[in-house]
């Protein structure tokens, strides 16, 4: 099978009639088949792919194909399909079809994008390494004894092993850059409100976002014109106008300014490698005419609290739906209401997730909301603004997306501050809401890749494509 790395390629070729869309879903089915043992689609929606795809091939004879045809792209499994199974890898949701596509589901159908199955995940997006998830830990196709991160572990994976052209992940705290960044791809967690979250599973509901994860920048940035956007199921959506952002890409940007947090880079927790990769582009952009320049962010120790205080209790609230009597799993050793509850929800999730709804239901107990929920806010709006106030003086922050590459597995399982940590410079773009990208311009010694992250104002997409597009060119 030809390896596309990009949208361009796939169309030159259909446009070309060197490939039909029917034969390039056909393909990629074979190679999910062959490295099955990545685990990394939970289904394979092989009859509607494939349907998708003879009527795509039909539209490209006519000449009235969307500017995504020939777009084969995974899902999450936390993201709705209509008449699919979406399970949030939990077996609380065994055996549910959805009734509704997500917002964003819809658009990309719309634009030709092609479906080919829901891809593994940490359980209810809970975790950083994939292992959490009641289908099995996926591997990392780069080194199958390490994690591929997560918890769009599985999405990173297949675009990653070339399973897919593309895939939507969530974003809740890193769930997109952190996995992008240990499988070398490109991953983009837009601007709290960018994106609808209908018809996506929520985690945390002020922290979620859904985005794109991509082999290259370009691919990102159309997925992302096509999805992003004013929906009336999604009342924190914003309506400012969608650029057309992979129209408006340009790899020779203005001189610009770009801010790093130098208690970030020093960091003793920060691999030597990817310091002295980040401290490399720096130096670059310096060189360029550029104007770089450290800051302080003195918060930087209350980042990843202030991101589990308040995720757990949205969490908390959010699953409380799951009680088995709904829908989803009903423990067979129920006798009664109270039973049902209690048997079904011990049973049905996992630890991670039953920690985070134990956690989140304390800090919102009545004793303790002053002390850790509502104090967890005000210590929000202090990240927010001090973030708002760099980005007010700068046009990017640079940093690393992880503090190392992919490890092995079982290597943090036992520690969950260990796990908790691995978020520790990806949840600020989560906690503040602006845009952040992970782009794979590393390489480590033990041969595996590393992402820097860039982060831009609310709403400034269209910049950090652009520039994203120069740093992997310079």
Known sequence: MKTYNSLSEVQSDLFDHKISCAALV????????EKKNLNAFTEVFEKSAMEKAREVDEKIKSKTQGKLAGMVIALKDNLCYKGHKVSASSKILEGFESLYSATVVERLLAEDAIIIGRCNCDEFAMGSSNETSAFGNVLNPLDITRVPGGSSGGAAAAVAADLCMAS??????????????????????P???????????????????IGPITKNVRDAALIMEVMAGKDEYDSTVSSKPVPEYSKNITSKPAKIRIAYIKDVIESNGLNPEIKAKVYATIEKLKAAGHTVEPVDFPYIDYLVPTYYVLTTAEASSNLARYDGVHYGYRSKNATDLESTYKKSR??????????????GTFVLSAGYYDAYYSKGQKVRRLLKDKTNDILSKYDFIILPTTPGTAFKFGEHSADPIAMYLEDIFTVQANITGVPAISLPIGKHSNGLPFGIQVMGKPFSEADLFSFSEYLMEL
């Open 26 to 33: 056909q393909q990629y089915i074979s190679r999910i088949d």
């Open 168 to 189: 939507l992940g969530t974003d809740t705290g890193g769930s997109i850059r952190q996995p992008a960044s240990f499988c070398g791809v490109v991953g983009l967690k």
């Open 191 to 209: 601007t709290y409100g960018r994106v609808s979250r209908y018809g996506a599973i929520a985690y945390a509901s002020s922290f979620d976002q």
């Open 346 to 359: 011990s049973e049905g999730f996992g630890t991670e997730v039953k920690r985070r709804i134990m956690l």
